[in-house]
């Protein structure tokens, strides 16, 4: 293989989940810049890499991005093979298309890599379809976080009539369902909380709009984390667990 980088997706953390291109990438590879949300079970495929952690998770100690450009462009130039190997898909908030236009004007081959991106993947692992005949007409993918800390406009959202999919949302519910209500969402709108998707310890959890930001709290529901907003989200099997938690919330509420 020619010397290049690869901005490959890992996928939402079962390793089985990973495509082929992204195992030949992984085999091929001389360094793997590797991010925290990356299940390390995934370099077994690798040969003979080096593998270097570049993590980046909100709030805690962060790898700058200039240095994470400069060390792929530096491992690059020396001809090795590089793969820069990111959670999810590297295009959905991942920032593959800055990191591949940034390589791209200094005269390096970028090819990108899908990966399964952690909102298609937590809905799925729990049977909810994303689309719904009759139901939803379409899929909305929205982060919570901002970098300027702006405010998104919740309230525009909720007259989509689309599912809703919350990326970083997790400290932020109490705003996204007091603005999705003031929207004219209705309260009775079923919400999924999807903790940790597709690895052994995934967790879910089942609300409704009105109690959202409650039952999270009930559930501790912790970061990684997307939250799937919508009339779909009433579909799929819901887990004991989950059910007692809504029940106790209910009760607790009198
Ligand atoms: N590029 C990634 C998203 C990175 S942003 C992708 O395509 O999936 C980080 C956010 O992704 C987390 O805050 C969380 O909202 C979500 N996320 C990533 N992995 C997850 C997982 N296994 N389960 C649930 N949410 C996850």
């Not at 980088?5 to 810049?33: C, F, H, N, Q």
């Amino acid at each position: 293989m020619i010397a290049k980088v690869w901005l490959v997706g890992a996928g939402p953390g079962d390793p089985e989940l990973l495509t082929l291109k992204a195992v030949r990438a992984l085999k091929s590879a001389d360094i793997v810049m590797i991010d925290d949300l990356v299940n390390p079970a995934v370099l077994e495929h690798c040969v003979s890499a080096k593998v270097i952690g570049v993590g980046k998770r909100g709030g805690c100690r962060s790898t700058p991005q200039d240095f994470i450009h400069r060390l792929m462009l530096r491992y690059a130039r020396q001809g090795k093979c590089v793969v820069r190997l990111k959670g999810g898909d590297p295009c959905i908030f991942g920032r593959g298309s800055e990191e591949a236009e940034w390589l791209g004007a200094r005269g390096i081959e970028v090819e990108l890599v899908n990966g399964i991106t952690a909102g298609l993947a937590g809905a799925t692992q729990c049977g909810i379809p994303l689309t719904l005949r009759g139901v939803a007409r379409g899929v909305t993918l929205v982060t919570a976080h901002t970098q300027d800390d702006s405010s998104l406009n919740w309230q525009a959202l909720a007259q989509t009539g689309t599912t809703l999919v919350v990326y970083m949302g997790v400290a932020k519910l109490e705003e996204v369902q007091r603005e999705l209500l003031a929207g004219g969402l209705t309260a009775s709108t079923p919400v999924a909380m999807i903790e940790n998707a597709s690895l052994p310890h995934q967790r879910e959890c089942r609300s409704d709009l009105a109690n959202m930001s409650n039952v999270a709290q009930t559930f501790r529901l912790k970061s990684p984390a997307v939250i799937v907003i919508g009339e779909v989200s009433g579909q799929g099997r819901v887990k004991r667990e989950c059910l007692e938690i809504i029940d106790s919330h209910l009760s607790a509420k009198g």
